[in-house]
């Protein structure tokens, strides 16, 4: 019967003596549900809009990410996921609120690494001036995190901190080309907080950021940043709980990558066509991401 009913639909989609205008509305039909399914339920593209998780994610790049897995299997410690804004107040709407959490580009997405699942012990500790992460009462490895130092700057009325690697002069920074004179006018309002440096206690609101004790719950994550003097992750809003935030996606491969703040990088060609080519990343091109 499933067999008639679906023979019979598809010669009714190829009927002769259609007009083209009817063919392609018919097919925009088919077509659009089916790849709004794909991008909610199978397949993402995110792009990273902060550097919380440098040098892992750049600013400007471009990711795949698997959303079928983290529905299925749940996220694994290590994992990079992407997820709502923790602190986003939902509508109590139910019709609002899943257009919210699957649609809405109001809300911030978020992206962090999982450092602990539900059930765990997750410690954060300051030895020897350096802030430590114990994982069930053991000291855990990071090779993941950033290693380099973030410099300020001020561009275009915005102050913002990046990674910078000091063996190169601004203009030829692996990760983002930097200004003197933004970098200048940075400093003339942090001073000496103008720079903040890997392995040393976050620069934050809170003093104690660094230090916690916490056991994790049924629905708990503990999710990080690698660049863990620039990140608002669970040291700030605490565990992540999935029974208010959903998981969006397992972030798994680096598509494309350039030194680039706009939203569409075609509006960057359009207004710098010569400078865009420069700012290309080439070498974080095409990378499976760990």
Not at 99 to 104: A, K, L, N, P
Not at 134 to 148: A, I, M, R, V
Request: aromatic share 16%; charged share 25%.
């Amino acid at each position: 019967m499933n067999d008639t009913v679906i023979h019979k639909i598809i010669r009714w989609y190829k009927r002769p003596n259609k007009h083209w205008f009817v063919d392609l509305y018919e097919s925009l039909i088919v077509i659009i549900p089916v790849v709004f399914l794909i991008k909610t339920l199978i397949f993402g593209l995110y792009q990273v809009p902060t550097g919380s998780m440098e040098t892992t994610m750049l600013v400007g790049e471009r990711f795949l990410a698997d959303k079928l897995t983290p529905y299925v299997f749940g996220p694994k410690r290590g994992e990079i996921i992407s997820f709502n804004d923790p602190n986003y107040k939902y509508s109590k709407n139910w019709f609002i609120n899943m257009y919210e959490q699957y649609v809405s580009w109001n809300v911030v997405n978020f992206t962090k690494r999982v450092i602990a699942i539900p059930g765990d012990h997750i410690q954060g500790k300051i030895e020897d001036g350096k802030p430590v992460v114990y994982l069930n009462g053991e000291k855990l490895d990071e090779p993941y995190l950033n290693k380099f130092p973030l410099i300020a700057r001020l561009k275009n009325g915005k102050l913002d901190y990046r990674s910078y690697d000091p063996k190169y002069s601004f203009q030829d920074q692996p990760f983002y080309r930097l200004s003197q004179a933004e970098v200048a006018r940075a400093k003339m309002y942090l001073g000496d907080h103008s720079m903040r440096y890997p392995a040393t206690p976050a620069i934050s609101h809170r003093e104690d950021i660094d230090m916690y004790d916490v056991h994790l719950g049924p629905n708990q994550y503990w999710m990080m940043g690698d660049n863990r003097q620039g990140s608002s992750d669970s040291r700030d809003w605490g565990p992540l709980d999935t029974t208010k935030v959903i998981f969006h996606g397992r972030i798994i491969f680096r598509i494309w990558s350039m030194d680039s703040d706009e939203s569409w990088w075609i509006l960057d060609l359009m207004k710098h066509p010569i400078d865009f080519w420069k700012r290309v990343r080439w070498s974080r091109f095409f990378q499976i991401l760990h």
